[in-house]
T-cell receptor, first 114, second 111 residues
Framework: DSGVTQTPKHLITATGQRVTLRCSPR?????VYWYQQSLDQGLQFLIQ???????AKGNILERFSAQQFPDLHSELNLSSLELGDSALYFC?????????????FGNGTRLTVT | GQQVMQIPQYQHVQEGEDFTTYCNSS?????IQWYKQRPGGHPVFLIQ?????EVKKQKRLTFQFGEAKKNSSLHITATQTTDVGTYFC???????????FGTGTRLQVTL
């Protein structure tokens, strides 16, 4: 158990809809990362937050947004969903935003857009 | 932009055989982290390499960082079925606190 909690585990929704994925980092971790993993694909970095503030942005679509709350949990919002958004979305946390902190991943949320 | 490629994409070995995956970057790597993702699971941190030429071992796993810090390798001696999974290298870019993952090598081990 990594200590990172992601909900829900599975999400099935229709094109055009909006969903929210939730992540609670490990106790004591200030940094949260979001990654997208499509079928048999690698891990695509979306966005990172550190102690409530956006720290770095990857290839995140404009239809996607995220935030980190004062209690350090994070939410990833996906809107105007398309079939191609179907993927496994991972949240990871680390102790701090420095470059040498290992990432601890949650179990992921599997999103299916129909 | 930076690309981190891993070869091979897939390897199927018999239990007891050795396995190596290579991680190559188009730019100089800052640090290298290695992760393992079991089928249906999430990536799990294995190790971090920082120094040029660094070699670290974890039981049957040997990790190496190239002298020029543009490549890294993971070697597994005498594979076991528990080694099945996808192995990712990840580069901590020097300009932003983001983690670029390699394309991954999927290892299948059969008896």
């Amino acid at each position: 158990d990594s200590g990172v909690t992601q909900t829900p585990k599975h999400l099935i929704t229709a094109t055009g809809q909006r969903v929210t994925l939730r992540c609670s980092p490990r106790s004591g971790d200030l940094s949260v990362y979001w990654y997208q993993q499509s079928l048999d694909q690698g891990l695509q970095f979306l966005i990172q937050y550190y102690n409530g503030e956006e720290r770095a942005k990857g290839n995140i679509l404009e239809r996607f947004s995220a935030q980190q709350f004062p209690d350090l949990h994070s939410e990833l919002n996906l809107s105007s969903l398309e079939l191609g958004d179907s993927a496994l979305y991972f949240c990871a946390s680390s102790v701090e935003g420095r470059l040498n902190s290992p990432l601890h991943f949650g179990n992921g949320t599997r999103l299916t857009v129909t | 932009g930076q690309q981190v490629m891993q070869i091979p994409q897939y390897q199927h070995v018999q239990e007891g055989e050795d396995f190596t995956t290579y991680c190559n970057s188009s730019t100089t790597l800052s640090n290298i982290q290695w992760y393992k993702q079991r089928p249906g699971g999430h990536p799990v941190f294995l190790i971090q390499l920082v120094k040029s030429g660094e070699v670290k071992k974890q039981k049957r796993l040997t990790f190496q960082f190239g002298e020029a810090k543009k490549n890294s390798s993971l070697h597994i001696t005498a594979t076991q079925t528990t080694d099945v999974g996808t192995y990712f290298c990840a580069d901590l870019t020097g300009t932003a606190s983001k983690l670029t993952f390699g394309t991954g090598t999927r290892l299948q081990v059969t008896l």
